[in-house]
């Protein structure tokens, strides 16, 4: 197996960067959901609330980013300054605080996307946000992604489903990887070869990696990441292939036990289990 492909995604829910190499911290690949998108309340926006955000592009520029939309001017967003700190949540139960990105920012978001919201930046990853316990040592973190620093994908796996899209008769297929909103993407796995390795280390080039959980989807899968615009696969399919325990599942979760660099080409081998050293 070989990594075949490396995308961040600077902004919880935008568009995805393309990456040949990649270096991984302790929460992640270096700049991937480091800012996210708030509603005056604090609550996290992804693509799940508004499919438009798939539309925004936000391009690292030196230690800000530039935000634009199809159409649309530029902005150059710089790196928060310390103040002003607000409270961010996610999922409605985990509050940690995040630094404003600023008014301009808030502003184009906000008519961009047709709501009151905020950018705001995760200045410290080490010390805001441990990941679930449950899948976990007390000393992992994880950024503004979902629930973990990395997130796994197989070609095999999609090329399958799309089989299964083809089957079915739906006019929707077949769909890209970017629906599925990986940072890591495997070539010369079997389908679904991910499921066995669960509980187990990868070995990506020098770097080590467990696989903690097998990644249940939602609806941002249904959205065209290149318009918007939504449709009812992949959850359709996987609700009648991949629906395990109400979970509908594709990718795997991974959290880094090394550091360091990967790239587009490294060879991925599955290591030893880890399991035990969490009970």
């Known amino acids: 197996m070989r990594v075949s492909a490396l995308h961040t995604y600077p902004i919880k829910g935008c568009r995805r960067i393309d990456h040949q190499r990649a270096t991984v911290e302790p929460w992640g690949l270096a700049g991937d959901r480091r800012w996210m998108i708030i509603d005056p309340d604090g609550a996290q926006v992804t693509q799940r609330d508004i499919a438009r955000l ?42 940690m605080t995040a630094t404003a990105a600023g008014p301009d920012a808030d502003a184009l978001l906000s008519k961009e996307l047709g709501r009151d919201v905020r950018l705001v930046w995760m200045d410290d990853p080490a010390n805001r946000r441990p990941v679930d316990p449950d899948y976990a040592v007390p000393t992992d973190r994880v950024s503004f992604a979902d629930g973990f620093p990395l ?31 990986p940072n890591v993407v495997v070539d010369g796995a079997p389908p679904f070869a991910e499921d066995e390795w669960l509980g187990r280390r990868l070995r990506i080039g020098t770097l080590v990696f467990r696989v903690a959980k097998p990644c249940g989807r939602c609806v941002v899968t249904t959205t065209d990441q290149e318009t918007g615009e939504r449709g009812r696969e992949p959850l359709r399919t996987l609700a009648r292939h991949r629906n395990v325990g109400q979970q509908l599942l594709f990718g795997s979760n991974l959290i880094p036990d090394t550091f360091g660099e990967i790239v587009v080409g490294d060879e991925v081998e599955v290591l030893d289990r880890f399991r035990a050293e969490l009970s």
């Not at 902005?75 to 509050?95: E, M």
């Not at 999609?158 to 899209?165: A, G, P, Q, S």
């Open 54 to 95: 798939a539309l925004l592009r936000a391009v690292p520029v030196g230690s800000g980013l530039e935000l634009s939309f199809p159409g649309g001017e530029p902005l150059l967003v710089a790196q928060p300054a310390p103040d002003p700190v607000v409270t961010a949540t996610l999922w409605g139960r985990i509050t």
């Open 151 to 181: 997130l796994l994908t197989s070609t095999a796996s999609l090329d399958r489903l799309n089989d299964w899209i083809a089957e079915s008769g739906s006019e929707e297929g077949p769909l890209p990887m970017a629906r599925f909103r």
